[in-house]
C-alpha cells in the first residue's frame, strides 16, 4: 500500500527563474538571527504573559510582574533578563526598584504572537 504524502510533490517541477529571484531577496542568515532570537525569547508561556503585562501596564517593576504572572519573583527575573537579552525590554533603576518596559520591537512582535488573545481580554493594549 502507498501513502500519499501531502506535505512534498512527486514530482520535481522546479521554477528556476522565479526560485532564484525569491532566493536573491531573501536575507543573509547573520541577518534574521536577532529576529529568530527575539520570536524564541517570546516561545516560552511565561515570557509571553510577562510581555503580555507589560503590555497592558507600560512599565512595572520586577516585584509587580512576579504577582502579575503568578511566579516567585527570582523567576520573573530570569525571564525578564531573558527578554532584555533578546531585546525586547529594557530595565532602569529606580532607588531601590527594577523598571521593565517593553521596548517598541517588543511591543510589536508581543503583539503580533498575541494576536487576538489580547482581544480577548476586553482590555485594549497601552502605549
Do not use: F
Not at 529571484?21 to 504573559?49: F, K, M, S, W
Not at 525590554?89 to 521596548?103: E, F
Amino acid at each position: 500500500m502507498t501513502v500519499e504524502r501531502d506535505d512534498s510533490c512527486d514530482l520535481l517541477c522546479l521554477d528556476l527563474p522565479h526560485a532564484e529571484e525569491i532566493r536573491g531577496g531573501l536575507p543573509e542568515l547573520a541577518a534574521v538571527e536577532p529576529a529568530a532570537a527575539a520570536a524564541r525569547a517570546l516561545g516560552d508561556p511565561t515570557r509571553l504573559r510577562i510581555a503580555a503585562a507589560l503590555l497592558s501596564g507600560g512599565e512595572l517593576c520586577v516585584c509587580d510582574v512576579s504577582w502579575v504572572v503568578g511566579h516567585a519573583q527570582n523567576l520573573a527575573s530570569h525571564h525578564l533578563r531573558q527578554l532584555r537579552t533578546a531585546g525586547l525590554v529594557t530595565s532602569r533603576r529606580d532607588g531601590k526598584l527594577v523598571m521593565y518596559g517593553l521596548t517598541e520591537r517588543g511591543r510589536v512582535l508581543a503583539t503580533a504572537v498575541l494576536g487576538d488573545s489580547l482581544a480577548a481580554t476586553g482590555r485594549p493594549a497601552e502605549g
